[in-house]
């Protein structure tokens, strides 16, 4: 709540003018001792005390106090006294942590200092000393502050600690399942209380989380991606493109990759091993990645739907083609690379077979921009998609118009949404047109994904593929709206026979349709 105005108090009956403050309230989680009523409470009683007026509050529920990013509420309140339109001389604080546990205690002083030159003074209500600007209240500040730091960082070494006794004994620490697997929760006796859908928690301190294998065909899936890779050479971006002209989605509703399936190939979880501290992020710090000795794990921990012994095999498999490239094989790949795509990017890199990943060439050239210089590409910006990208929205424009005049010629009738080209064909159905970029896959594959307006549920969308050098349509999907189960739809060259029906090499078939055709006739198809 960033700068919420207090109503007056003042009794207009010969009352002396009272010094007018706001009040700064954080709470840095629901479980907070003091929440910011209780924060405000205690406040308003300091400020009566003293012949304070409250005319604004600024809080900020739930921040973290380690940085002042994504603190909303102070960052306006340093705002408001910057620009001079700060209608208060006090700012009423509960106590010094309140205003920040900052592991920098020079920062905290740097906010309030920012405050006091501006003749806005901070005061901390429930604390022993005055701020007074003498020397006794700066030193027991800079020791408050100090303290706060450091209570945040014996908090976080406690919980990391706690966190990695429970991983040791094999349960299951925040993130998604994944594919294949279940968080299932278990009560104190460790017995199974129920399955965590997507986006839910536990609710009790004592419960806990380990993982079970999913559904059957998810697990039947998983078993599938690593005989593809094992005993029958296909890479990960071929699996990734099999999986999705199957219609087979990931466990967040989205088609394949070559990183999803690689995920799924180097995770030990499918093994039943419960691995912790790949990342650290503590203390709101830099996110780094920790080496291998500094992981955490339970072997065993889960029940194992891949055999141990495949894993392994998997993994020397990537060991053997992930080997220590010299600096002179990295760049004859990245420029070969770059010859077959015509630019470059770290996605571009990650999701091509055989390549380092895009981390390995920023740690050995010193960033991606300089491995790029090294082989000529310099990408101040992808000019290549930013093109591509202007004549398909001309191209769908285009389309759009050409569907407007056809069905106009053949004596039907159209009314068009400026804001979102929807199509209202004879005031009885109504249709959208997307345009499918044609990409081409590291194996030389073409691959489309058409994007359907679910938002407006049009009950047919017109589908346009474009031919691999996005400039012109290749041909056309005719798709109603029960076709639409999700936001995307994957296209391989060779697709399945439901979808052959629905495929023309021209629109003439809809346009005849659109003339003569009831909805009701439409529907079924």
């Known amino acids: 709540m960033a700068g919420r105005e207090l109503p007056s108090s003042n009794d207009p009956a010969n009352?002396?003018?009272r010094r007018r403050a706001a009040e700064y309230v954080r709470m840095s989680t629901d479980h907070q001792k003091y929440s910011t009523e209780n924060q405000s409470d205690a406040i308003r009683k300091y400020a009566e005390e003293r012949g304070f007026e409250l005319v604004r509050s600024y809080a900020d529920a739930g921040k973290s106090?380690?940085?002042?990013?994504?603190?909303?509420?102070?960052?306006?309140?340093?705002?408001d006294v910057q620009d001079g339109t700060a209608d208060f001389e006090v700012?009423?604080?509960?106590?010094?942590?309140?205003?920040?546990?900052?592991q920098d205690a020079d920062e905290s002083a740097y906010y309030e200092y920012i405050c006091r030159r501006a003749?806005?003074?901070?005061?901390?209500?429930?604390?022993?000393?005055?701020?007074?600007?003498?020397?006794?209240?700066?030193?027991?500040?800079?020791?408050?502050?100090?303290?706060?730091?450091?209570?945040?960082?014996?908090?976080?070494?406690?919980?990391?600690i706690g966190q990695c006794r429970l991983i040791e004994h094999g349960f299951r620490q925040g993130g998604a399942a994944g594919f294949g697997l279940r968080r299932v929760l278990l009560d104190e006796r460790g017995e199974v209380k129920a399955e965590l859908k997507r986006g839910e928690h536990k609710s009790l301190q004592t419960d806990r989380v380990i993982l079970m294998p999913g559904p059957e065909t998810e697990v039947r899936t998983v078993r599938w991606i690593y005989s593809r890779f094992l005993k029958h050479g296909r890479s990960e971006s071929e699996i990734a493109a099999e999986l999705n002209e199957r219609g087979i989605l990931t466990d967040l509703d989205r088609a394949w990759t070559r990183a999803t399936v690689h995920q799924i190939l180097t995770n030990e979880k499918y093994i039943g091993n419960n691995v912790y501290n790949r990342r650290s992020f503590k203390l709101k710090q830099k996110r780094v990645a920790n080496g291998p000795e500094m992981w955490i794990r339970s072997e065993g921990a889960f029940d194992a739907i891949v055999v141990p012994k495949q894993f392994q095999k998997v993994q020397a498999i990537i060991a053997a083609r992930n080997r220590r490239f010299s600096d002179d094989e990295m760049l004859d790949r990245l420029t070969r690379l770059f010859q077959r795509r015509g630019y470059i990017s770290g996605l571009v890199i990650d999701e091509a077979d055989g390549m380092p990943s895009s981390g390995a060439y920023a740690h050995r050239f010193g960033s991606l921009i300089r491995a790029y210089s090294l082989v000529g590409f310099t990408p101040d910006r992808d000019y290549h998609y930013i093109e591509v990208n202007r004549l398909l929205r001309l191209f769908h424009g285009d389309e759009v118009e050409r569907v407007i005049r056809e069905i106009t010629r053949l004596g039907g009738t159209v009314t068009r949404n400026p804001a979102t080209d929807l199509l209202t064909i004879n005031g009885e159905f109504t249709v959208s047109v997307a345009v499918a970029r044609c990409r081409e896959t590291s194996?030389?594959?073409?691959?489309?994904?058409?994007?359907?307006?679910?938002?407006?549920v049009p009950d047919?969308?017109?589908?346009?593929?474009?031919?691999?050098?996005?400039?012109?349509?290749l041909d056309y999907y005719l798709l109603p709206q029960f076709e639409m189960r999700t936001k995307t739809l994957g296209l391989a060259e060779e697709n399945g026979l439901m979808l052959d029906a629905f495929r023309f090499e021209t629109l003439d078939f809809?346009?005849?349709?659109?003339?003569?055709?009831?909805?009701?006739?439409?529907?079924?198809?």
């Open 91 to 102: 700012i009423l604080v509960y106590d010094v942590s309140r205003w920040g546990r900052f």
């Open 65 to 79: 106090g380690l940085r002042i990013e994504g603190r909303e509420a102070l960052q306006q309140l340093i705002q």
């Open 15 to 17: 009352s002396p003018p």
């Open 119 to 160: 003749n806005k003074q901070v005061e901390y209500c429930a604390e022993q000393f005055e701020n007074d600007g003498g020397p006794v209240a700066t030193i027991v500040k800079s020791v408050k502050r100090a303290m706060a730091g450091e209570y945040s960082r014996e908090l976080s070494n406690k919980v990391f």
């Open 443 to 456: 194996s030389g594959g073409l691959r489309w994904k058409i994007r359907f307006d679910t938002g407006l």
């Open 460 to 473: 047919i969308t017109i589908a346009i593929r474009m031919d691999r050098t996005n400039t012109a349509a």
């Open 510 to 525: 809809f346009f005849d349709m659109a003339r003569r055709v009831p909805v009701a006739e439409v529907a079924p198809w």
